[in-house]
């Protein structure tokens, strides 16, 4: 409801613009825009965890800060700094916290060790899709509650693209069964990095740039970062050779825009509805561009590079799923703020899922018997 009274007085005063047009004040709106815009521009900040310009995820970033920079006639000024150019990949949420920089771009469940709620706001281990993920935030409480996540650190979250479903990880080895992630050390960061301990591998954390150089050394034996698109740019074909799925561990994540707080309530209110609409725009954008790219780009990997695409089988997945339970309800547990997410989480999840099981689901089942 927030974005539609957003994107609704942004429609109210393009229309108003066009009135001053039509009684012949364009010349003098236009000297008025020009004025104010020296008088009042703003520069912002905006750090992220991605390498610069990378596909999909660096790209919308820099799309996004050239949107609010557009859509405010130049009011507010937003420049990208990409990972290590003004602060390391995973210290964006530190950056924007302590107002180093105004604005974050990165997904939440880098920062668990600032609060284990956090991981909720990204993706969850056979949790929500794209889809559903953002009707939570926007019909089921999930934005209000990621709002008071964050509260004490500074930060006002808003989601700004989503990768959908994700691949299941690059391995060096085949993976036959539950016992050959015993001992595996793999990049899996977030909650799924949790259900891999539980199931006996060793996770690692490690931000985009780093991935492949570990991958390769064999300081790491298997690695996910996103999919077929990001994964064709990063060139992990070349470190590893089995591609998996499903991405159990990510059926739909989620990538923020963190705004530090005292910045964010100085803008005038028009600034922060365009704000919110551009990243709000953002958000189907990237979604939009995953969902057309990762098709193309997985059949360069199979067809171009020999990739060998494998399922997880499915004994295993089942033992994920079981672990994944018990690993949420463990972090739920021992954090209140982390049980009143889940139970939202859960509660929205079950009953979405009840409508998708004879919408999307048994759609997609009957186009698939053609």
């Known amino acids: 409801m927030r974005n539609l009274m957003v994107l609704g007085k942004l429609a109210f005063a393009g229309l108003f613009a066009l009135s001053l047009a039509a009684c012949g004040g364009s010349e003098k709106a236009e000297e008025t825009a020009k004025v104010e815009k020296k008088a009042e521009t703003i520069h912002w900040k905006m750090v992220t965890t991605w390498p610069k310009n990378f596909p999909g995820l660096g790209t919308s970033a820099e799309a996004l800060a050239k949107n609010i920079t557009q859509m405010s006639n130049g009011r507010l000024d937003v420049k990208v700094y990409a990972a290590g150019e003004l602060v390391p990949a995973l210290e964006v949420f530190d950056a924007v916290s302590r107002g180093t920089a105004e604005m974050g771009h990165s ?9 284990p709620a956090v991981q909720f706001f990204s993706s969850i281990p056979f949790g929500m899709t794209a889809q559903e993920f953002n009707a939570w935030l926007e019909y089921g409480g999930g934005l209000q509650l990621w709002e008071e996540v964050y ?3 500074n930060i006002i979250p808003m ?3 989503n990768t959908g479903a994700q691949m299941g990880g690059w391995f060096n080895k085949e993976i036959n069964s539950f016992a050959d992630f015993q001992g595996l050390k793999m990049r899996m960061p977030g909650l799924g990095g949790e259900v891999l301990q539980k199931v006996g591998a060793v996770t690692v954390n490690l931000p985009g740039s780093e991935i492949f150089t570990a991958l390769q050394t ?3 034996d298997a690695t996910e970062w996103v999919g077929p698109y990001n994964d064709l740019a990063f060139g992990l074909y070349k470190a590893a050779k089995y591609y998996y799925y499903p991405g159990w561990q990510e059926p739909g994540s989620a990538v923020e ?5 005292d910045a964010f309530n100085a803008l005038p209110a028009d600034l922060q509805d365009i704000v919110r609409a551009a990243t709000q725009q953002a958000n189907v954008a990237m979604l939009s561009e995953f969902t057309a790219r990762n098709d193309a780009a997985l059949a360069t990997l199979v067809n171009e590079h020999n990739v060998v695409l494998k399922e997880f089988p499915k004994d295993l997945l089942e033992a994920l799923k079981v672990a994944s339970h018990e690993t949420l309800d463990e972090v739920a547990a021992n954090d209140p703020m982390s049980q009143k997410v889940y139970d939202s989480f859960k509660s929205f999840l079950a009953s979405v899922s009840q409508w998708h099981d004879i919408s999307e689901r048994a759609f997609i089942n009957a186009r698939a018997n053609d």
């Not at 997904?107 to 609060?115: E, H, I, L, R």
């Open 151 to 153: 509260a004490p650190f």
């Open 159 to 161: 989601v700004a693209g």
């Open 257 to 261: 825009a963190l705004f530090n707080k």
């Open 218 to 220: 064999g300081t790491i």
């Open 107 to 115: 997904t939440a469940y880098y920062w668990k060790g600032k609060a």
